[in-house]
C-alpha cells in the first residue's frame, strides 16, 4: 500500500495530470470529447471549482483548478468526473468493479506562489506542441490558449520555442 499524502488547501490552486488507462487514446474521438465535457459540466454544478487552464491530449489532460475558499475535495471531483465519464462506456472491468477507463490515481500538485503557477500555466498549453501535434499552441482547438491570449496571458505567436522555464518540466 502506498504511503502517498495528498495535500488539501481550501481555496487553493492545484495543477493536474489525469490519464486514460494504458494510454489509450480516448479523446481522439469527438464523442468522447462531448461525454468528457458533459462530465466536467455536471461536476462543476454540484461541486463549483474555477477551471484556470485546461489542455486535452488524446490520452491525457492537464489542468489547473481554483478551489471555492473553505473547500479542497478535488478528490471527489476527479472521482465524479471519471465517473460520470466512463458510464455508457463498453470497457471491462477490474475486481474493484471499477471499469478500465482511467489510471487509477492522478497527479497533484499545489501552486505555491504566483511564479509556480505561470510555469504550470506555461507547461499545459505548450504540451500540445511538446507532443509533436501541433508547431504553435494556438492550433491546439483542445485547450484554454486562446481564452489566455484574449485575457492578455499570451501573446498569440507565444510558444513557437520551447520556454526555458518549462524545459525541464516532465509532468506526464
Not at 481550501?10 to 494504458?22: C, E, M
Not at 491530449?57 to 473553505?70: A, F, S, V, Y
Not at 505548450?126 to 507532443?131: A, E, M, R, S, T
Not at 509533436?132 to 492578455?152: I, T
Request: a positive charge; charged letters at 30%.
Amino acid at each position: 500500500m502506498s504511503d502517498y499524502r495528498r495535500l488539501y488547501q481550501p481555496g487553493g490552486s492545484y495543477f493536474f495530470t489525469i490519464v486514460t488507462r494504458h494510454r489509450i487514446k480516448m479523446f481522439s474521438l469527438p464523442d468522447n470529447m462531448i461525454r468528457l465535457k458533459s462530465g466536467f459540466d455536471k461536476v462543476m454544478k454540484r461541486h463549483p471549482f474555477i477551471m484556470e487552464a485546461f489542455g486535452i491530449l488524446p490520452d491525457h489532460i492537464h489542468c489547473i483548478w481554483r478551489m471555492p475558499p473553505g473547500d479542497s475535495n478535488y478528490s471527489i471531483r476527479w472521482r465524479l468526473i471519471k465517473s460520470y465519464y466512463s458510464e455508457g462506456l463498453n470497457h471491462p472491468v477490474n475486481k474493484r468493479g471499477e471499469k478500465e477507463v482511467w489510471q487509477r490515481r492522478f497527479w497533484e500538485h499545489l501552486l505555491r506562489d504566483d511564479e509556480d503557477w505561470r510555469r504550470h500555466m506555461d507547461y499545459i498549453h505548450y504540451n500540445p506542441v511538446k507532443h509533436g501535434y501541433v508547431k504553435r499552441p494556438g492550433d491546439w482547438l483542445h485547450s484554454s490558449f486562446r481564452q489566455a491570449v484574449e485575457d492578455g496571458l499570451y501573446a498569440p505567436d507565444w510558444g513557437v520555442e520551447e520556454p526555458k522555464s518549462i524545459s525541464r518540466m516532465d509532468l506526464e
